[in-house]
């Protein structure tokens, strides 16, 4: 017959096998996923979902009363809680970036600022030479109409 005693060095590595085991899981539930950055996206309602927003429903940039305002990146499709909700408040619907720290999917806001993209309205554009579909070298100056110039860029949508 076999027998073991409890305070055998045979039993005590078992125990530390088993704890050590256990160790690294019991970290993986306090998942402490706090990061410091930026993040870009339009502020929508969060009573609106990823789906809705990546529609671009017109509901996700209403008022509802009770829900705050999350930011949806389109660039990953997620959705982020913000706080303080003070900072934002003002800005449904707007294109914005954010920077503050991450902590799960809540961003901890440290500054905001509007996003524009383009020049605005009335605002001369800069000087530029490209060439056109056909290979000619095209500026300002040549595209220049009586009325002004409308200028449109567009990305490719295969590449």
């Excluded at 100056?141 to 110039?149: A, I, M, Q, R, S």
Aim: charged content about 20%; aromatic content about 6%; some cysteine.
């Amino acid at each position: 017959m076999l027998t073991v005693r409890t305070d055998s060095p045979t039993k005590r590595f078992l125990y530390l096998v088993a704890l050590l085991s256990i160790a690294p899981l019991a970290g993986a539930g306090q998942n402490n996923t706090t990061k410091s950055g930026s993040w870009s996206g339009i502020l929508v309602s969060s009573s609106c979902n990823a789906d809705e927003a990546f529609a671009e429903s017109p509901e996700c940039t209403k008022n509802v009363p009770g829900a705050k305002l999350s930011l949806y990146d389109d660039t990953n499709r997620i959705m982020y809680g913000l706080e303080p909700q003070e900072s934002v408040v003002a800005h449904l619907g707007d294109t914005v970036t954010v920077r503050g720290t991450l902590d799960d999917n809540i961003i901890r806001i440290a500054s905001i600022e509007l996003m524009s993209i383009g020049i605005a309205v009335g605002q001369r554009a800069p000087a530029f030479s490209l060439r056109d579909q056909f290979g000619r070298v095209q500026t300002l100056d040549t595209l220049k109409g009586g009325n002004g110039t409308v200028l449109l860029f567009f990305r490719s949508a295969d590449w």
